[in-house]
């Protein structure tokens, strides 16, 4: 099991730009998450999803989407870069039931916006 | 919504001395407090949880307390070692919810000197 894969590790962008960040996890996990952690910070939440086809906005949803179309993938788009999106953001999943709640995170995206 | 205060926010310790770190939470309908460990540039990793239907659990040398009453719950990490060196998160949330969503502290900064 890889378990939680992202992609790019870093990414530096422009004002104004997109990109998408990935998130794959091998675990058959219904839920996943997209969080971001501000230098010395906690980590906020900003999209949850609870199975394919259904996401919701969590603590900070401004400024990005997200979808969902299979159990595996959950994308994190950003529209229109700022600097205040300069974060490093982990994806994360866990099962719905059976005693796990246990939220398994990704190794994390570094993005820098100048 | 739920809010999860954690203090303190840095804690520096001489190796083999125990640390304790503390979160209050507000919702009384949270049930899961899980905390979360993570080391230098890497992501974090779930060390122990406890539920709200257990006073205390332990683990080695970590050990996490929880008072419903008073709202908060605390993690003790004895005989501290170099390695125990990272940023520690308490996190909170009501199981049973769509989602499963954790609310996180804000972090402490363990340090042992050795």
């Known amino acids: 099991n890889a378990g939680v894969t992202q992609t790019p590790k870093f990414r530096i962008l422009k004002i104004g730009q997109s990109m998408t960040l990935q998130c794959t996890q091998d675990?058959?996990?219904?839920?996943m998450y997209w969080y971001r952690q501000d230098p010395g910070m906690g980590l906020k939440l900003i999209y949850y999803?609870?199975?394919?086809?259904?996401?919701d906005k969590g603590e900070v949803p401004n400024g990005y989407n997200v979808s969902r179309s299979t159990t595996e993938d959950f994308p994190l788009r950003l529209e229109l870069a700022a600097p205040s999106q300069t974060s490093v953001y982990f994806c994360?999943?866990?099962?719905?039931?059976?005693?796990?709640?246990?939220?398994?995170f990704g190794p994390g995206t570094r993005l820098t916006v100048l | 919504g739920e809010n999860v205060e954690q203090h303190p926010s840095t804690l520096s310790v001489q190796e083999g001395d125990s640390a304790v770190i503390k979160c209050t939470y507000s919702?009384?309908?949270?049930?899961?407090f899980p905390w979360y460990k993570q080391e230098l540039g890497k992501r974090p990793q779930l060390i122990i949880d406890?539920?709200?239907?257990?006073g205390e659990k332990k683990d080695q040398r970590i050990a996490v307390t929880l008072n419903k009453t008073a709202k908060h719950f605390s993690l003790h990490i004895t005989e501290t070692q170099p390695e125990d060196s990272a940023v520690y998160f308490c996190?909170?949330?009501?199981?049973?919810?769509?989602?499963?969503?954790?609310?996180f502290g804000g972090g402490t900064r363990l340090m042992v000197k050795p």
């Open positions: 994360a999943s866990s099962q719905t039931s059976g005693g796990g709640n246990e939220q398994f």
């Open positions: 675990m058959n996990h219904n839920y």
């Open positions: 996190a909170a949330t009501p199981l049973g919810n769509a989602g499963n969503m954790l609310t």
């Open positions: 999803s609870v199975g394919a086809g259904i996401t």
């Open positions: 919702d009384s309908a949270s049930n899961y």
């Open positions: 406890i539920r709200s239907n257990v």
